[in-house]
């Protein structure tokens, strides 16, 4: 029933795909500001029940579902998505729910939600980078499953403009000074220490104004907190507004203090390209949007005194405002085009149901499904009770906890964005890991939350050190399939992610240049995700017979996705075992193996 970004987001995106011929419904709740707005735009639009979690609203979903036969459904909140997939449920051959996360408020850790997530959900997709990455690490969710799209907004409708003009247009004080928040009034924006902020620039300076743009719940206070601080003759609650474009020309500085619940905010990526200086939190995925001291002043949430010194900072210094809004529409027109979210957004829908329609159904079909999902568990319920397994889902691994050390050394080499398996194994035996990757997405993520004890190397594990090749990066995100991360790169050309992508050149390492610097005998753990290069490596290893100086070796073969094939990893795996080792467990393509001499 609310109105904001997110059902801005979807109605934008509606347009878009109708644009490229797919055909598109939005459902909402009768009397909605989406419904209202979808008719303005002349969008296919239904009024549902489905405004509670309850009989009522299954029950309107499923007639809808049955009467309509959607390849796909797109959910956007908690209500409308536990209505989908509940009534889904009771359709043979339902279409496959896809959930967006428009904010980062908690997702529950239970049952129930966690069915909701890994099984009704077929693909997540979050409007942040830090939004994909909470809900992986913290909530264990695949991450194969997850794609950060974030939203795009026109750049050609939201642009500089006369300043002078807007303001007499919208009855504003030409000789003021404005600070300008464009927002849903809600209580987790920030309104009210703004509204602090601004009374302490105010006291000073009588030149300063406050406009305050959108409605929302918390209008009420808002109000109140300005009369108590007899501040009205110096704001503009100029309420919900259309043509949102015009009152940006007239600010002088954009501000938005979030404490929670944010992706990528529409108002902050607008104001950028409207070439405005921003003053904001680094709540959510709001820093993927600004760079500090560069296109935006960061301040703590609810710092009331750090918010009015970056204000005033950017009133104070007319040229630093005026370059921080340069660089700040050249940074959002590269990251954030509406035609670049809509093309993203397509791929995922487009992988969703392809993978839906090739997805086999029927009794048998649920029955091969269930025979599997039975047997990975048996595998795992036979492994010898010291295995455990460290880390996410996605990122984690199964190792021998008796096997390793007192003062274990792990060699981690094709880190990604999962640090969550190192950060476990030094948190349950301490030691040291060396993780080895030169992809510059996953250096930059792994080194901001690298745990102690783990240090991170830029370069790529090959068979001898000091070698220069060319390091294949990956695709651009539009062009990968869903699920993709995006990030890591190989040494080998023909891995289905990098064909075509860029390049750049790495330096190599190896792994008896890695035990002599780490001043090591043998490691207790080696584990190899290097996307398709573990083949050469480990005919090495075994042929040098190095192998024989690693305790553990965990392999992730990628048969398939580079021109390796299945017959090529069950060979190496056979070498492997005549180096001596046992191979305990395979979960997918990840191999672990022990080796024998350790009892």
């Not at 007639?63 to 536990?82: E, G, I, K, Q």
């Not at 050249?330 to 809509?342: H, K, L, S, V």
Request: charged letters at 25%.
């Amino acid at each position: 029933m609310g109105w904001g970004g997110q059902e801005i987001r979807i109605l934008e995106e509606a347009q878009g795909m109708i644009a490229r011929g797919h055909e598109v419904e939005i459902w909402a709740v009768a009397g909605s500001g989406i419904l209202a707005e979808a008719a303005r735009r002349a969008l296919p639009h239904r009024a549902l029940s489905i405004g509670r979690k309850n009989l009522r609203g299954i029950l309107a979903m499923r007639r809808a579902l049955a009467s309509v036969r959607p390849d796909l459904v797109n959910a956007h909140s908690s209500t409308d998505a536990w209505l989908a997939a509940l009534a889904r449920l009771t359709l043979a051959d339902a279409p496959p729910l896809v959930r967006t996360r428009h904010i980062s408020a908690p997702v529950p850790d239970n049952f129930p939600t966690r069915w909701l997530y890994n099984h009704a959900t077929r693909h997540i997709v979050t409007t942040g980078e830090r939004l994909r990455e909470t809900l992986v690490a913290e909530n264990r969710f695949r991450e194969d499953r997850i794609t950060s799209v974030p939203t795009g907004v026109d750049s050609a409708r939201f642009r500089p403009g006369d300043k002078a003009e807007a303001r007499r247009m919208l009855g504003l004080d030409a000789r003021a000074r404005y600070v300008g928040i464009v927002a849903t009034l809600r209580s987790w924006k920030g309104h009210l220490y703004l509204i602090e902020a601004f009374a302490r620039l105010a006291a000073g300076d009588a030149t300063i104004r406050l406009i305050v743009v959108g409605d929302g719940p918390m209008r009420p206070a808002i109000a109140e907190k300005i009369t108590e601080l007899n501040l009205a003759p110096n704001v503009v609650l100029a309420g919900r507004q259309d043509a949102v474009e015009r009152w940006f020309h007239a600010m002088d500085v954009f501000c938005l203090p979030s404490y929670a619940n944010e992706g990528v905010p529409q108002a902050i990526v607008q104001a950028m390209l409207c070439e405005l200086p921003v003053v904001t939190t680094p709540v959510g995925s709001i820093v993927e949007a600004v760079t500090d001291q560069e296109t935006a002043l960061l301040v703590a949430p609810r710092d009331v005194g750090g918010l009015a010194a970056a204000i005033r900072r950017l009133l104070d210094d007319p040229a630093l405002a005026q370059r921080m809004g340069r660089a700040a529409r050249a940074q959002a027109e590269r990251r954030f085009g509406r035609d670049t979210m809509i093309a993203r957004m397509e791929v995922v829908f487009r992988g969703v149901v392809d993978r839906h329609r090739a997805r086999r159904t029927g009794i048998g079909a649920r029955w091969e499904r269930l025979r599997r999902s039975f047997l990975r568990r048996w595998k795992e319920w036979r492994l010898p009770r010291a295995y455990t397994r460290l880390g996410t889902k996605y990122g984690g691994w199964w190792i021998d906890c008796g096997a390793i050390g007192a003062d274990p050394l792990m060699i981690d080499c094709g880190l990604g964005r999962d640090v969550s398996f190192p950060a476990a194994f030094l948190a349950q035996f301490g030691g040291r890991v060396i993780g080895i990757d030169p992809s510059p997405d996953s250096l930059a993520y792994c080194r901001a939350h690298t745990p102690a004890g783990m240090e991170v190397w830029g370069r790529a594990f090959w068979i001898r050190a000091g070698e220069t090749p060319p390091f294949f990066l990956p695709r651009s995100k539009e062009t990968l399939p869903p699920g993709a991360d995006g990030v890591s790169g190989s040494l080998v050309q023909s891995h289905a992610y990098v064909e075509g992508g860029p390049r750049l050149e790495v330096t190599t390492t190896s792994f008896d240049e890695v035990l002599a610097r780490a001043g090591r005998g043998e490691c207790d753990v080696l584990k190899l995700d290097i996307e398709g290069a573990e083949y050469e490596v480990l005919d090495d290893l075994c042929a040098r017979g190095l192998l024989g100086k690693v305790r553990q070796l965990l392999v992730e073969f990628h048969h398939r996705a580079t021109h390796h094939t299945l017959a090529e990893t069950e060979a190496v795996v056979a070498r492997i075992e005549k180096s001596g080792f046992h191979l305990v467990h395979v979960e997918g393509r990840n191999h672990v193996f022990r080796r024998e001499d350790l009892g």
